[in-house]
């Protein structure tokens, strides 16, 4: 099993900014891709950004030039720098992750963070 823990969310005034983290643990993995989804009231899980393990990006149009995420391989890490807040980026963000398990038991896996609140007020 791979896990995801983020952090980094809050309340912030539109304009502002906020850094988003999340990490993965677990024994003898090897990540292929990451990213970050969100979610708000009402509305279906949206891709916001993701990473792959050699470092190419692709971004949702609307966070394209305020948004930026990058990923540390070592330390199996993610983050999302946020800049020029909207009201309309306020949501629930989840990191993921898609890779595999090596060895005995290897196999794929397809994981989720529980997910860090970033409501942004006008």
């Known amino acids: 099993q791979v896990q995801l823990v983020e952090s980094g969310g809050g309340l912030v005034q539109a304009g502002g900014s906020v850094r988003l983290s999340c990490a993965a643990s677990?024994?003898?993995?090897?990540?292929?891709?990451m990213g970050w989804y969100r979610q708000a009231p009402g509305k279906q899980r949206e891709l916001v950004a993701v990473?792959?393990?050699?470092?190419?990006?692709n971004y949702a149009d609307a966070v394209k030039g305020r948004f930026t995420i990058s990923r540390d391989n070592a330390k199996n890490t993610v983050y999302l720098q946020m800049n020029s807040l909207k009201p309309e980026d306020t949501a629930a963000y989840y990191c993921?992750?898609?890779?595999?398990?090596?060895?005995?038991?290897?196999?794929?896996?397809?994981?989720w963070g529980l997910g860090t609140q970033v409501t942004v007020s006008s």
């Open positions: 990473i792959t393990s050699g470092g190419s990006t």
């Open positions: 677990g024994s003898m993995f090897r990540i292929d891709v």
């Open positions: 993921n992750a898609e890779g595999s398990v090596v060895g005995f038991f290897a196999r794929p896996f397809d994981s």
